[in-house]
Nanobody, 124 residues
């Protein structure tokens, strides 16, 4: 069993930055691919970014490419999402998830473990 806990969300003005963290515990997180999703009110959960277990490959949704960076520190059992140049459309609850096969990164239902989310609000 893996427990994931997100942190780092908050209120930021457009153009600002936030760094989200995803702390994992319970089993070997270092062998799991992981991803970040977000869900805005009234919308479906959408893929944001993913990273392989080694950190060697990363994947991004077109809407965040060039602004967001996913990374991980397996020694700390923690994943990160650095978000720069934030816009109001980035407002959502952000979730980290883990244990997914390569090729299924954008499919939320393919992930084995989820955190409870952290709210990100971007004001205009």
């Amino acid at each position: 069993q893996v427990q994931l806990v997100e942190s780092g969300g908050g209120l930021v003005q457009a153009g600002g930055s936030l760094r989200l963290s995803c702390a994992a515990s319970g089993r070997a997180f270092s062998t799991d691919n992981m991803g970040w999703f977000r869900q805005a009110p009234g919308k479906e959960r959408e893929f944001v970014a993913a990273i392989t277990w080694s950190g060697g490959s990363t994947y991004y949704a077109d809407s965040v490419k060039g602004r967001f960076t996913i990374s991980r520190d397996n020694a700390k059992n923690t994943g990160y999402l650095q978000m720069n140049s934030l816009i109001p459309d980035d407002t959502a609850v952000y979730y980290c998830a883990a244990r997914v096969a390569v090729g299924n990164f954008v499919r939320a239902h393919e992930y084995g473990y989820w955190g409870r989310g952290t709210q990100v609000t971007v004001s205009s």
